[in-house]
């Protein structure tokens, strides 16, 4: 049973989880960054 | 010493370091595996295919994938304002889920928000964006998104405290 004295909106305040995605996602999202943008993927720091 | 959010040296690097929390961000706000993918897809295309001089921090790829999400409830708003005009009625199914704990009813009830309700309470709630900044991802003015913010918060305890009671 919900608290009825807080306002349950302040439970919605969290900071972000790091979630793993599926690997095949990741996989496949990388790859496509890889083949769009390789001149990003070596840029070096000024 | 590592800095928490220093930039990355290429994107590819960003993404290896990001991709976690990028989707982990989606997801807690979107509820949908395959919504929370397909943004985190859209949120590193777009940066690949942007111009050079971008902070490659995960802080600021977060702002991109913010403004991915909203995009995407606008376009969720739309359809279901398109739905409506078809259809009569909407059948938006009871969760059956009892309550477990505060937060995840929470967050519950905003997924059964109005699209525009859940973005303007997603951003000042979950990622703790003062008015005028929510105001700004929004396209509103801050008065137009006080307004909005008002009934938001009424329509979430009307949702909330009916599910309680069920």
């Not at chain 1, 919605?12 to 790859?31: E, Q, V």
């Not at chain 2, 959010?5 to 290896?16: E, I, K, N, S």
């Not at chain 2, 105001?135 to 309680?164: C, K, W």
């Amino acid at each position: 049973m919900p608290d009825q004295q807080s306002d349950p909106l302040d439970a919605l305040r969290s900071p972000i989880t790091p979630l793993a995605p599926d690997a095949a996602f990741a996989a496949d999202l990388r790859d496509q960054l890889v083949e769009l943008c390789p001149h990003h993927l070596q840029r070096s720091l000024p | 010493m590592v800095a928490p959010d220093r930039p990355d040296v290429t994107l590819l690097a960003l993404y290896d370091r990001a991709l976690p929390q990028v989707y982990g961000y989606l997801m807690a706000r979107c509820g949908d595996r395959a919504v929370a993918e397909d943004l985190t897809s859209e949120t590193f295309l777009a940066v690949a295919a942007g111009r050079e001089e971008m902070p490659l921090t995960v802080g600021w790829l977060i702002g991109v994938a913010r403004h991915k999400l909203v995009d995407h409830w606008r376009w969720q708003a739309r359809q279901k304002r398109l739905l409506q005009a078809v259809e009569a009625s909407s059948s938006d199914s009871d969760d059956p889920w009892d309550v477990e704990l505060d937060r995840l009813h929470a967050h519950v009830v905003l997924t059964l928000l109005a699209p525009q309700h859940r973005a303007a309470l997603t951003l000042r709630y979950l990622d703790g964006l003062s008015v005028p900044e929510s105001a700004a991802v929004l396209g509103r003015g801050v008065a137009a998104t006080e307004a909005l913010l008002v009934r938001a918060r009424r329509e979430f305890h009307h949702i909330y405290e009916g599910s309680s009671d069920a």
